[in-house]
């Protein structure tokens, strides 16, 4: 099963040699981070910001070759956890086929969060991860 997710927060920390991005389940209480790296990191922020840099970048570039194929990022699915390391697939749509495309989170996330392009992770993955929101030191 697919859980929605949002990105929730990006962390830098420009000295560090990981940085931080955090899903939060849409509706709901759960969320986990995902330590990505530097440059990720970056161009994730950027292209939240909207950020145009003078020539394209990778994941500028990737989201280029997809429309220039007439296709559609569907989505975005986080789907394993192997070893720590997250696992995830682009789902493309073109001309009603679906391709799906083995990438990292932070380079999917990346290329998907221009497009407000939904995130979604599987339901085993939450059970193994998430950590409900803590209440409120006022609760």
Known sequence: ??????????????????????????GGDRHFPILIGLNEAIAIDRRIRGAQPP???????????????????????????????????LVIRRNGEVITVDSRPSDAIALGVANDTAIFVEEQVLRAVCSPEEPDADD
Do not use: G, W
Request: proline letters at 2%.
């Open 1 to 26: 099963m697919l859980v929605r997710m949002d990105l929730a927060r990006i962390i830098i920390r420009e000295q560090a040699d990981s940085q931080v991005i955090v899903l939060r389940e849409r």
């Open 55 to 89: 020539r394209p970048l990778t994941h500028d570039l990737m989201a280029k070759i997809i429309d220039s194929l007439d296709a559609e990022l569907e989505k975005v699915v986080v789907n394993d956890l192997r070893d720590h390391t997250f696992y995830a697939t």
